[in-house]
């Protein structure tokens, strides 16, 4: 049986719920939560893109207040988060960096408020030479797409 990781960024708690939903259907994979200071970001959703968008424009992303479990021990990795700005959230890029030696499968799950164009693509520029398998957006049909992995 193949050994999952469900490592997960939510600013807002959307992404997490559907971590849980994932979690529940994969008994037995682990999950880590992908976290940052609090005061990385802002309350205010404008303000967070502004601040997520300039990080992105200098190359400054976020570090992680999480230690990154070894990574080596699992099959695949299941990336969650939230769209911003049709790309992924950015201690998302923080995370891939920190994981690019891992030789398994890495897939993107993703929630969004109606428009996620891009997310995918930018997801594998920001996964470098990892492999990325198809991901999935929104909260239904989970199951499936579970299934469609392996
Ligand atoms: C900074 C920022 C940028 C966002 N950009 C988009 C976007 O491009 N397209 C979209 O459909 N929703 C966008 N949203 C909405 C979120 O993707 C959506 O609410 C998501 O489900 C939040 O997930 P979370 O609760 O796990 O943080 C954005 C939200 C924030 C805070």
């Known amino acids: 049986m193949s050994k999952i990781l469900i490592a997960t960024y939510s600013w807002s708690g959307q992404t997490a719920k559907v971590a849980k ?3 529940q259907l994969l008994d037995g994979a682990e999950t880590y939560e992908i976290a940052v200071a609090a005061d990385t970001f802002d309350s205010d959703m404008f303000k967070t893109d502004a601040i997520a968008t300039d990080q992105i424009k200098n190359n400054r992303y976020p570090a992680l207040t999480t230690p990154v479990p070894e990574v080596s021990q699992y099959d695949l990795i299941l990336v969650g988060s939230p769209v911003w700005r ?3 959230a950015t201690p998302v ?4 960096e920190s994981i690019q030696g891992f030789s398994g499968k890495v897939a993107p799950f993703y929630t969004d408020a109606g428009s996620a164009n891009g997310f995918e693509d930018t997801f594998k520029q920001w996964a470098g030479n990892l492999n990325v398998l ?3 957006e929104g909260s239904n049909d989970l199951a499936k797409w579970l299934k469609e992995l392996n």
């Open 21 to 23: 939903k994932l979690a």
């Open 86 to 88: 049709g790309a992924p």
């Open 93 to 96: 890029h923080t995370f891939l």
């Open 134 to 136: 198809p991901g999935h």
